[in-house]
């Protein structure tokens, strides 16, 4: 019996080369500003149209500022780069959400959160973190440049197929523990390399228990294990999610989707190129100490006193040493929001430790939703006004402090307790040192000042 990667491949391919790639069918394509230009700009060489434009959506997200929006941007590359995604868009017709649209954000917080991403889709980007789109039930991967043109003038792409691994994560979390925490900890079990040439599919009683917002986080992590994406088979919890979005079928559509979609599982007997299990109880907040993010120990544990190729180097850089615990640590920023933990959920989360307390005077903290529908909802739920009477301020929606390629960098040196994905040397600015976790911990951080359990302020 196939997997659900199978089918959904299958069902995509146009034709196999002999001995070459598969030319496999995108469903859709998401463009932002920094991997999108030479694409366009070779379909002009070449002469070409964009073969089925309303199956690309348009938005920048890396470059823009997080206030301010309503005025020039600063930065001349930023500003070029927004610009020209714009121009772009107009001269070939596609969907685009700009700055200050209501429809603009983080591209992988728009699409789920619009129902343009869907259960059985083949879905690409130029961007490593695509394989968030995963949980909403679709095969969804990262993509270059190149391969950016490639769909955009066929709606197809030549791929190898991926093998197929399992990750069946089974009991329940404890308190405290998130979506983010279950990534982390599968990192550091697997390493940053343990998945590469794989596809994901994550399953077990912890994955059927989080919500969709756990479970974007969880597959928008996945490239971090080196995989080519990661995916959660639909269910009730999709199917609510995804009911009255925006671009979701209606009516009869919907009843007709809603049969397939509950075809989308592997089988009974589906074998699996690689099956790992683990053990929820095993998971407790977690937070990282080194510069990739599988270098992470729970939050109440010690750096290991050895470790690979890097170790040192890694330890020199953040200014840690081997055998020590990072709790008490004091730390500078703190930063909540990008595609792996900008919903609403997670400021849901961040509200929760910050109400009746007050962030720490030496503590700078950003605050960024993934999106304005984000931005939104937080205003709706009051959520604004609990952070703000607790010293906080919500930033306008970006990719923000995630990869500094706006104004929000963290200075050399300085310590950046973050919910993005990544933690590598100068990510958040040059010099910068970044210790990964979930809002809980970053929340805990930004209160008290230190590296904090969160669980003691629960």
Not at 97 to 109: A, L
Not at 188 to 214: H, I, P, R
Not at 311 to 326: I, N, R, S, T
């Amino acid at each position: 019996m196939n997997t659900l990667f199978d089918k959904i491949w299958d069902k995509h391919v146009v034709q196999k080369v002999e001995d070459g790639p598969t030319q496999l069918y995108i469903d859709r394509l998401y463009c932002h500003e920094v991997t999108s230009p030479q694409a366009f700009d070779g379909m002009r060489a070449r002469g070409l149209k964009c073969f089925r434009p309303d199956h690309i959506y348009c938005m920048p997200d890396h470059n823009t500022p997080t206030h301010d929006q309503d005025k020039p941007i600063e930065d001349p590359i930023s500003a070029k780069q927004v610009s020209t995604l714009a121009q772009n868009a107009k001269d070939f017709g596609l969907t685009h959400y700009g700055m200050m649209d209501k429809s603009n954000g983080i591209i992988h917080v728009v699409g789920p959160e619009k129902g343009l991403s869907l259960p059985g889709m083949t879905i690409v980007c130029g961007d490593s973190h695509t394989s968030t789109h995963g949980a909403m039930g679709a095969v969804a991967f990262g993509i270059g440049t190149s391969e950016v043109e490639m769909v955009m003038a066929s709606q197809c792409i030549l791929q190898q197929k991926p093998k197929s691994m399992r990750i069946c994560i089974n009991g329940t979390l404890g308190k405290g523990v998130t979506a983010k925490d279950v990534a982390l900890y599968l990192m550091s079990q697997l390493t940053t390399s343990g998945a590469t040439g794989y596809f994901v599919e994550y399953s077990g009683d912890v994955v059927k228990n989080l919500s969709m917002e756990g479970r974007l986080t969880l597959c928008n992590l996945s490239i971090e294990m080196g995989a080519r994406g990661g995916f959660v088979a639909p269910d009730e919890t999709t199917f609510a999610y995804l009911k009255n979005k925006e671009f979701a079928p209606k009516g009869e559509a919907w009843d007709k989707a809603i049969a397939y979609w509950k075809t989308l599982k592997s089988g009974d007997d589906a074998v699996f190129d690689k099956e790992l299990t683990f053990d929820a109880k095993d998971i407790e907040p977690r937070i990282t100490y080194g510069t990739n993010p599988g270098m992470g120990i729970g939050v109440t544990e010690t750096i290991p006193v050895e470790g690979g190729a890097g170790f040192q180097k890694a330890l020199d850089y953040m200014g840690f040493k081997a055998g020590e615990k990072l709790l008490g640590k004091k730390i500078d920023y703190v930063f909540l929001g990008a595609c792996t933990n900008g919903r609403i959920e997670d400021f849901r989360a961040f509200a929760t430790i910050a109400k009746g307390r007050q962030k720490a005077d030496h503590v700078i903290a950003w605050l960024v939703p993934g999106s304005w529908a984000v931005d939104r909802q937080i205003r709706e739920e009051g959520l604004d006004k609990v952070l703000e009477a607790a010293g906080f301020e919500i930033r306008q929606p970006g990719c923000s402090a995630c990869l500094a390629m706006n104004d929000d960098k963290v200075p050399a040196g300085k310590y950046a307790v973050s919910t993005s994905n990544r933690n590598f040397e100068g990510r958040q600015g040059p010099g910068a040192r970044t210790i990964l976790c979930s809002p809980l911990v970053a929340a805990a951080a930004a209160v008290t000042g230190v590296i904090t359990d969160p669980r003691t302020l629960l």
